[in-house]
């Protein structure tokens, strides 16, 4: 599973949780974040935001290696050139601490919020020492897509249930002169680390181990 994660940053500049009586016309709300889908659809919506509040929603979407580095900085540097920015769930322990992130408590009432669209377990992820710190912004698994039809031609009759199967019915599908499959390779936080843990944790592997007893690694 991996998560996305829009946190306000150091220089917050107005709060998203304002109502229709509050104006911040005249404000600006700088956000870096990534160029991928459910960004690119949460930027349709910046307008009803700015006829609620008066307030204007400017977006710097970059690709997710770019994003994570121009977020490193801004954040490590206390720049104030951003108010929300996007941080993989791989990063947030980084931020965490350190004053770094603004506690969303300072302008939302948790208690009475409505939060029920959030899935729990991934927001409580983002609370530290009793501060909600961070709101996810996406949830994501993998998914396994096949074509019957290649499947029937090299004599697969379900699609695999383990990595084992999944190696064996490759094996298959490259007799019967076809490609396997295609999977992220490319070294980076955002391409093959957050998958390559359903690999290991797949065959029985472990990072640590005992999390969170011993951290040893394994």
Same mark, same amino acid.
């Given at each position: 599973?991996?998560?996305?994660?829009?946190?306000?940053?150091?220089?917050?500049?107005?709060?998203?949780?304002?109502?229709?009586?509050?104006?911040?016309?005249?404000?600006?709300?700088?956000?870096?974040?990534?160029?991928?889908?459910?960004?690119?659809?949460?930027?349709?919506?910046?307008?009803?935001?700015?006829?609620?509040?008066?307030?204007?929603?400017?977006?710097?979407?970059?690709?997710?290696?770019?994003?994570?580095?121009?977020?490193?900085?801004?954040?490590?540097?206390?720049?104030?050139?951003?108010?929300?920015?996007?941080?993989?769930?791989?990063?947030?322990?980084?931020?965490?601490?350190?004053?770094?992130?603004?506690?969303?408590?300072?302008?939302?009432?948790?208690?009475?919020?409505?939060?029920?669209?959030?899935?729990?377990?991934?927001?409580?992820?983002?609370?530290?020492?009793?501060?909600?710190?961070?709101?996810?912004? &996406?949830?994501?698994?993998?998914? *396994?897509?096949?074509? !019957? #039809?290649?499947?029937?031609? /090299?004599?697969?009759? =379900? $699609?695999?249930?383990?990595?084992?199967? &999944?190696?064996?019915?490759?094996? *298959?599908?490259?007799? !019967? #002169?076809?490609?396997?499959? /295609?999977?992220?390779? =490319? $070294?980076?936080?955002?391409?093959?680390?957050?998958?390559?843990?359903?690999? *290991?944790?797949?065959?029985?592997?472990?990072?640590?181990?005992?999390?969170?007893?011993?951290?040893?690694?394994?």
């Amino acid at each position: 599973m991996r998560y996305g994660i829009l946190a306000v940053a150091f220089g917050v500049a107005v709060c998203g949780g304002a109502t229709a009586q509050q104006r911040y016309d005249g404000a600006k709300i700088k956000v870096l974040s990534t160029n991928s889908a459910y960004d690119l659809e949460l930027k349709k919506f910046a307008h009803e935001f700015t006829e609620k509040t008066g307030a204007e929603v400017q977006f710097d979407l970059f690709g997710y290696a770019p994003t994570a580095q121009k977020v490193s900085v801004e954040l490590l540097t206390r720049s104030d050139s951003y108010d929300v920015v996007y941080l993989g769930s791989e990063e947030f322990g980084r931020y965490a601490s350190g004053d770094i992130l603004e506690p969303l408590d300072n302008y939302i009432d948790m208690k009475s919020a409505d939060v029920q669209d959030f899935i729990a377990p991934v927001l409580r992820l983002y609370n530290k020492d009793g501060k909600q710190l961070a709101f996810p912004h &996406f949830a994501a698994t993998q998914l *396994l897509y096949y074509r !019957a #039809d290649l499947f029937e031609k /090299a004599g697969i009759k =379900q $699609p695999p249930q383990t990595w084992e199967e &999944f190696r064996n019915d490759c094996d *298959l599908l490259r007799k !019967a #002169d076809i490609q396997c499959t /295609a999977l992220r390779g =490319q $070294p980076d936080t955002g391409e093959n680390i957050w998958f390559w843990g359903q690999v *290991l944790y797949g065959f029985g592997g472990k990072y640590f181990a005992d999390e969170p007893a011993d951290l040893s690694p394994r």
